[in-house]
């Protein structure tokens, strides 16, 4: 595969096996029928203390794949072979409890349900069933928030969830008696909007008055923090290794001055172009969640709330606006309040349109609370599983790092189609 403009400016574990498995023993033999009420050993403030009832979804370990560019370092791996190791891995970090289900987001695979196959290729055993999760860009976060659902209501103990995506494997489709395959399914039915998602981005830096210097700026941060966060040694614990790699394929120092150079790729004279945009990408990211009853003592990331909300096809990008919104106002908590956020950096320009909605600055007072370490315009963006990424960042940021209890986390993404898919997380210990 040719080269993108962007790629011209750079400056210079042992899987475990079902069978050795064995059966979850819990240190808090609560059972359905007589479940005790939780109260919560972490400092919450009213407005998000709740009345706790053991069932509670926690997240108590994260992993992911490398990211690699769409045609090169993934490039003949199939889907249910990126997603295996990491499920592996997941199923690894909780070792000894018996997985209920596996959800999984997906978009262009090849049908057929790409859960169960990963499920059966990660040797999870026949008795996991699987089942595959599409809301497009979304579809890592809304698996995790199914599974989250499920988790919630009793009736599934530990669940893993998450996303996979192979760009370079998807196969190519076409309607029967026709000459050519075509490019994407419709978002929406004829007579309404359904633009792809680079004039969607472009549309939307317009609408929101996003300059191509906040753009650039916004990409040339999202790269040089991926490299600062590599050579920290910040993504070596959530990383996977896979066909031998372990880091990202993409992140690359880049100048102002040189993404200034390059031309709009979607509209003649417009602001978004490849320097600014994410790369189509391959690889896979899973989460286990189990209720707070059978946590053990696992530190762990609590599911607040979530959200998926439809917003105009025309503008998909604004998606994440009203779902965090939504998801904010079911918790009563305000945005002030939230230490850590990660959203899909699918563009600068979608980046920026959200934060400023939500009173964030990532370029310069927010930089520290939102992407610190980069993002999907750096590290790539594998749609379907680009959702859970950005939780397993949080992950790594809040309970890797050792932030304190009930500390707050939120990741959002936009969705082709005009969907916003949010949700909120706080750490216990």
């Excluded at 972490?42 to 997240?59: C, F, K, N, Q, Y």
């Excluded at 919630?152 to 196969?171: F, H, K, N, Q, Y």
Aim: charged share 20%; hydrophobic share 45%.
């Amino acid at each position: 595969m040719a080269a993108t403009p962007i790629d011209a400016l750079a400056d210079g574990d042992q899987p475990g096996t079902a069978s050795a498995r064995r059966e979850l023993t819990s240190n808090h033999p609560a059972t359905a029928s007589a479940r005790r009420k939780l109260t919560s050993n972490h400092p919450a403030t009213a407005s998000t203390r709740r009345e706790l009832t053991g069932d509670e979804p926690v997240i108590v370990a994260a992993r992911r794949t490398p990211i690699g560019t769409a045609g090169h370092a993934f490039k003949d791996l199939t889907v249910d072979r990126l997603a295996a190791p990491v499920i592996e891995a997941v199923a690894r970090d909780v070792a000894g409890r018996q997985v209920d289900d596996l959800v999984m987001g997906n978009c262009m695979g090849p049908g057929g349900n790409v859960a169960r196959v990963a499920a059966l290729a990660a040797g999870l055993g026949h008795a996991v069933p699987g089942v595959t999760v599409d809301r497009q860009c979304g579809s890592g976060l809304a698996a995790i928030l199914v599974a989250g659902q499920a988790v919630r209501a009793g009736e599934m103990d530990l669940v893993i969830a998450g996303g996979a995506e192979s760009a370079s494997t998807a196969p190519l489709r076409t309607h029967r008696g026709a000459a050519e395959p075509y490019a994407r399914a419709p978002f929406t039915p004829g007579g309404h909007p359904d633009p792809d998602m680079g004039p969607a981005a472009e549309a939307l830096a317009a609408a929101r008055g996003i300059t191509r210097e906040r753009q650039d700026a916004y990409a040339c941060r999202s790269h040089a923090a991926a490299l600062a966060a590599r050579a920290a040694g910040r993504f070596a614990e959530e990383v996977v290794r896979v066909g031998g790699r372990m880091d990202d394929q993409r992140p690359r120092p880049l100048r102002p001055s040189s993404l200034a150079r390059l031309p709009a790729a979607f509209v003649a004279g417009g602001t978004v172009t490849a320097g600014n945009s994410s790369p189509v990408s391959d690889g896979a990211a899973a989460v286990a969640i189990v209720p707070e009853r059978l946590r053990a003592g696992l530190p762990g990331m609590r599911l607040v709330a979530g959200a998926v909300v439809g917003c105009d096809p025309e503008l998909p990008g604004w998606g994440p606006v009203p779902a965090v919104r939504r998801v904010l106002a079911r918790s009563g908590v305000d945005v002030a309040r939230i230490a850590a956020v990660e959203i899909v950096e699918a563009f600068a320009a979608q980046v920026l349109a959200v934060t400023d909605a939500l009173g964030l600055d990532p370029l310069s007072a927010d930089g520290e609370r939102v992407c610190p370490d980069g993002g999907a315009l750096a590290l790539g963006h594998p749609w379907g599983a680009t959702g859970a990424v950005v939780v397993t960042r949080l992950f790594t940021r809040l309970v890797r790092a050792g932030a304190p209890p009930g500390t707050l986390g939120l990741a959002t993404a936009a969705v082709g189609g005009g969907l916003g898919v949010a949700a909120l997380f706080e750490v216990v210990m």
